[in-house]
């Protein structure tokens, strides 16, 4: 159980602005699990220790876990120490820690965990002790039963060195959850053959909090911060499992039905996070609505987005917003400077768990790239010039303000929508089917026939149809139905009759010129309608005539050239 690496993440930068002592970060190797993440969304080999053996894999089960009072009369000794000479017992808030974060581990996987009193029968025992070593905490493997596991089976040993501080985002909820998943038998995505061992591109902490590779290639996890006199900087560390981990997780011991059911939205600022959302139910939305940097975001599930992308320049902004005066940014710029490749930019920052559909997402002021997944997508890119992909499903692009104040084009089955005016810019759209505006719905994939449904619609009653009467002439024209018969059906309906009543045929086609086009029929153009319909055409080819006449294309244009304009908003068309 001992390892030679002696990785560590700590700095050692000149002052004035040394930033927090950096953690001794080695991670004792024992275990993602002892057969491995294999595959992308990490399910874990056959023949890997698991407190459920004598059941299949994924069933749930029940776990006890305890915090130790006192040393251990005896105990097997390593290269860390004996922890029967130097024990200490974890402090309360360090308990209060542990506690959060196994509840979390819960919350997403089918483990109902129960803490006990000191006992050797917990399943899982957590103690602390002074290292002789480097490392920082170690964790032995499943062995035995949950009720009676099996000599060190499930311990947890945590350097006292490192049991302070704790919180979101500290080096002790990381090293906790790294050495709670060896516990629950997770291992090191290097361990094992190659067969086992997890793709190299994936073992990092963006995916798997067991990995021993800092964040990204680059060790791009140290987060500056002003406090007040000078800027100090400190290592982010997760406080939840990665992609990898979480699938590993339920497919070892199955999930939790229950973990986030509810209409959740997931708000992002510049606060400087990992995360992995885990989320199976409800109406859910992604919000970087207060961010006026950069994001990817990527709905689909198990992919990652880079949320709140930051550059050395943005850093300065940032430590400028939290009080850094104007005359100390070039001496923190030049600080910064040697720090490159260790500052954090928010790139594979947060991850969406391969279970979990987000129905939303909404972009901040700066220009963001929005992917949807499956669902039917609402999309809101926000300020700035956006990239917005809707993916499969009936996905809708959302814009503040009223329709008439962008202009929208179409080439193909892309489109493009430009601010007239205000901060929103002009955004790039693909497998986009309604563009939601304040004051209406631009239908773009309803086809060639949806405008001249539309157009017929407006022609014969004089208003702006309903959802479920557009639709259904839509789908007759896509069909088969002629605009001819469909004209035939208005002229037979009860609304038709009531607005029309029995005129002769001059005051039905001065009728049409009112409704239609809005104003009184001049007396040549009255005469010619009339002689028409006294020639023999039909009341639904005149209906026709003006509804696809150029002076009603003319007025119906802004409503049918980008796609169709409707007024009616709900769930069907966005």
């Known amino acids: ?155 947890i040993w945590i350097n006292r060195t490192e049991v302070s501080p704790v919180g979101p985002g500290t080096f002790f909820d990381q090293l906790f959850l790294h050495e709670f998943g060896h516990a629950l038998g997770l291992k090191h995505p290097f361990v094992g053959t190659t067969a086992e061992q997890l793709i190299t591109s994936f073992d990092r902490v963006e995916y798997t909090l067991m990995t021993y590779q800092n964040y990204g290639d680059l060790s791009q996890n140290l987060v500056p911060r002003w406090t007040g006199s000078n800027v100090a900087t400190s290592w982010l560390y997760r406080s939840d499992y990665g992609l990898l981990d979480v699938e590993a997780l339920t497919y070892l011991y199955g999930s939790s039905s229950t973990a986030n059911t509810s209409d959740n939205t997931y708000r992002f600022d510049t606060t400087a996070v990992f995360q992995t959302i885990v989320d199976r139910g409800g109406h859910d939305t992604i919000d970087t609505s207060a961010l006026n940097l950069p994001s990817v975001i990527d709905l689909t599930p198990g992919h990652l987005s880079s949320i709140g992308i930051r550059t050395q320049a943005d850093w300065l902004n940032i430590l400028a917003a939290q009080g850094m005066p104007s005359s100390a940014r070039t001496t923190i710029n030049n600080f910064l400077s040697q720090h490159t490749t260790e500052l954090f930019t928010g790139l594979g920052d947060v991850s969406i768990n391969a279970d979990t559909t987000i129905e939303d997402a909404i972009g901040g002021s700066a220009g963001d790239s929005i992917l949807g997944n499956d669902a039917n997508n609402k999309l809101t890119g926000g300020g700035g010039n956006d990239a917005i992909d809707g993916g499969a499903g009936i996905d809708t692009a959302v814009y503040a303000l009223a329709f008439s104040n962008y202009t929208v084009t179409r080439s193909g089955t892309n489109a493009t929508v430009a601010a007239k005016t205000g901060l929103e810019g002009t955004d790039a759209l693909a497998s986009i089917e309604r563009l939601r505006f304040s004051d209406g719905v631009v239908l773009l994939d309803q086809g060639s026939n949806g405008p001249a449904a539309f157009r017929l619609y407006q022609a014969a009653f004089a208003r702006s149809p309903d959802e479920g009467g557009l639709k259904v002439q839509i789908h007759a024209m896509d069909t088969g139905t002629s605009l001819l018969q469909l004209a035939r059906n208005f002229i037979g309906s009860g609304e038709f009759q009531a607005k029309y009543g029995s005129p002769d045929n001059a005051g039905y086609a001065t009728a049409l010129y009112k409704n239609v086009l809005g104003r009184d029929p001049d007396a040549g153009g009255l005469k010619v309608q009339v002689d028409a319909l006294n020639g023999g055409l039909s009341r639904e080819q005149m209906l026709v005539n003006f509804s696809e006449s150029g002076e009603n294309l003319a007025l119906t244009q802004v409503k049918t050239v980008g796609g169709l304009f409707v007024t009616f908003v709900d769930s069907a068309f966005g």
């Open 1 to 155: 159980m001992e390892s030679d690496d002696r990785q560590r993440l700590e700095t050692d930068f000149d002052p004035p602005y040394r930033p927090d002592a950096g953690a001794a970060a080695t991670l004792h190797p024992d275990s993602l699990a002892n057969g491995s993440v294999n595959s992308f969304f990490g399910v874990v080999a056959p023949g890997t220790p698991r407190w459920n053996s004598t059941a299949g894999v994924g069933t749930p089960i029940s776990i006890t876990y305890a915090f130790r009072d006192v040393a251990p009369t005896s105990y097997p000794t390593s290269d860390n120490g004996d922890p029967t000479t130097t024990f200490a017992p974890l402090s309360t808030a360090a308990r209060n820690e542990v506690r959060s974060l196994i509840a979390y581990v819960g919350s997403i996987t089918g483990i109902r965990f129960t803490e006990v009193p000191d006992s050797p029968n917990a399943t899982i025992e957590i103690g602390s002790f002074t290292f002789t070593s480097t490392f920082t905490g170690y964790a032995y493997y499943p062995n035995g039963s949950p009720t009676a596991p099996s000599g060190t089976g499930g311990d």
